[in-house]
């Protein structure tokens, strides 16, 4: 088993993710996974990084994918001993004008960002190792959706103690509601990507008190971040910031000093904690 640090990356393969593996290999003193759902792509992305001088791995990781978490589990397990950073970073999102039924866009966006992300939590969670560091890539749609929120789901999704459980029953309902067609009458903002990225906000949170109370002496640091409005084939080219610009919250709070205290179950933009 391999004492070198570890840190791995999802959806690294492009975009912001594959920004915030050039930051790693360049910063983190260890080992540096890119993961992507298609090898070809993931092993293309690896070599463009060697071509710039630097050294990351390749494993596959499709966070749709149980079996797909669970071999990148037992390979971290087994190869490492557990995880020193992890950042959740795979996500999509439907183009504005994109003609898919609402309700498609709704199933598919929460299976992917808020179901997704949670399964590797579940997975994952459990080998980081003392002094780690979790990072969920929210947005700051999040913020504005929940603005958008009945003043009913406002309450529960700023809850202090909501459960997981919890969330996800009401991550459920979004969907289901939009299949119905009711999501609006029910109090639900118009987008699902929003929606989705609401409930990685939240469940950011509610892992951070759990981590509080079953590992507090670990010293483990968890937030959800915004990297900012990103030039990427997710937001289109008319966005402000690079991805390089857009991995330098996630990549920071990835590399928070061994000594931090926080921030800890915050969200975050430009490396400044944010109210929720």
Known sequence: MSSTPVAVVTGGNKGIGFAIVRALCKQFQGDVYLTARDPGNGQAA???LQEEGLHPFFHQLD???MQSIRTLRDFLKEKYGGVNVLVNNAGIAFKVLDTTPFAVQAEVTLKTNFFGTRNV???LLPLVKPYGKVVNVSSFVSISSLAKCSKELQQKFCSDTITEEELVKLMTKFVEDAKKNTHEKEGWPNTAYGVSKIGVTVLSRIQARMINEKRKSDHILLNAC???WVRTDMAGP?????PDEGAQTPVYLALLPADSDGPHGQFV????????
């Not at 008319?238 to 690079?242: C, E, N, Y």
């Not at 933009?269 to 929720?276: A, E, G, I, M, Q």
């Open 46 to 48: 690896v070599a463009k």
């Open 226 to 228: 915004c990297p900012g």
């Open 121 to 123: 939590c579940t997975e």
């Open 269 to 276: 933009s430009d490396k400044t904690v944010r109210t929720w």
């Open 238 to 242: 008319k966005a402000p910031k690079s």
């Open 63 to 65: 966070i749709d994918d």
